[in-house]
C-alpha cells in the first residue's frame, strides 16, 4: 500500500502528461516583425521577418504556397521565418500565410502590405528667434502611411526628436542656431527636408 502511495504522483503526472499531448487544439501562431508599419515603397525589395510558435512543433511555413521555414528548423516549437517580396505597383498586396504543426493543424494569415509611394509632407508652422538667441521651430509632418521620425540638423549636428511615430506627428524644436535644417522621413524611407530660419 505504502508503494502504491509513492508511485500515485507519477502516474498521475503521466496521465496529465499524456492528456495535454493529446489536447493539443491549437493551432500555430504566427506573428510578423518586420516591416513594422506594413508599408514597403513600390519597386522596393523587402525582406519580411516572422515567427511562429506551436507546443507540438512547427512543420512548416508556407507563403503564397512556397515553403520559407527552413529545414533545419522543422519540428522546432518557436521558429523564425524571412521572405522577399517585390512591389512592383502601387496600392495594397494581401500575401497568404500558413502555419503547420507536427500534428496537421493550420493557421492561415492574410498579411497586408500597403504599397507607400508618396513622400511625407512637412509644414513649418513658425520660425523665431527666443529671448536666450534659441531658434524655435514649430510644425507638423504628416504621411498617409506613418511618418517614421523627424530629424533636426543644424551646423554639424544631427538631432533625433524623440516623437511617437504616426500619421501626424506636431512638433516643436529649439536649437543653439541661426538656421536649421527639418528632415520628416516616412515608414519605408522616403524623406523631405525644410531650412527653417527666421
Known amino acids: 500500500m505504502g508503494e502504491m502511495r509513492r ?4 502516474v498521475l503526472l ?3 502528461a499524456g492528456c495535454s499531448r493529446k489536447g493539443d487544439a491549437m493551432a500555430p501562431l504566427i506573428g510578423i516583425t518586420h516591416p513594422r508599419s506594413g508599408a514597403i515603397s513600390e519597386g522596393q525589395k523587402v525582406t519580411v521577418e516572422g515567427y511562429a510558435f506551436d507546443d507540438a512543433g512547427v512543420s512548416s511555413v508556407r507563403v503564397g504556397g512556397q515553403e520559407v521555414l527552413p529545414a533545419a528548423d522543422k519540428g522546432r516549437r518557436l521558429v523564425q521565418f524571412r521572405f522577399l517580396v517585390e512591389a512592383r505597383k502601387g496600392g495594397q498586396v494581401e500575401l497568404d ?3 503547420r504543426d507536427t500534428g496537421g493543424q ?3 494569415l492574410k498579411l497586408p502590405l500597403t504599397l507607400d509611394t508618396a513622400r511625407p509632407r512637412l509644414v ?3 520660425v523665431e528667434l527666443t529671448e536666450d538667441r534659441l531658434l524655435r521651430i514649430v510644425g507638423k ?3 498617409d502611411v506613418e511618418v517614421d521620425r523627424v530629424v533636426v540638423k543644424y551646423g554639424n549636428t544631427f538631432s533625433r526628436l524623440p516623437l511617437p511615430r504616426g500619421k501626424e506627428v506636431s512638433f516643436m524644436i529649439q536649437v543653439p542656431a ?4 527639418v528632415i ?3 515608414a519605408v524611407g522616403q524623406r523631405v527636408e525644410r531650412i527653417a530660419k527666421p
Not at 7 to 10: D, I, N, Q, R, Y
Open 97 to 99: 500565410l500558413e502555419a
Open 178 to 181: 541661426s538656421a536649421a535644417k
Open 14 to 16: 503521466l496521465a496529465f
Open 141 to 143: 509632418a504628416t504621411d
Open 184 to 186: 520628416a522621413v516616412d
Open 124 to 126: 513649418i508652422e513658425r
Open 7 to 10: 508511485l500515485l504522483p507519477l
Open 106 to 108: 493550420v493557421r492561415r
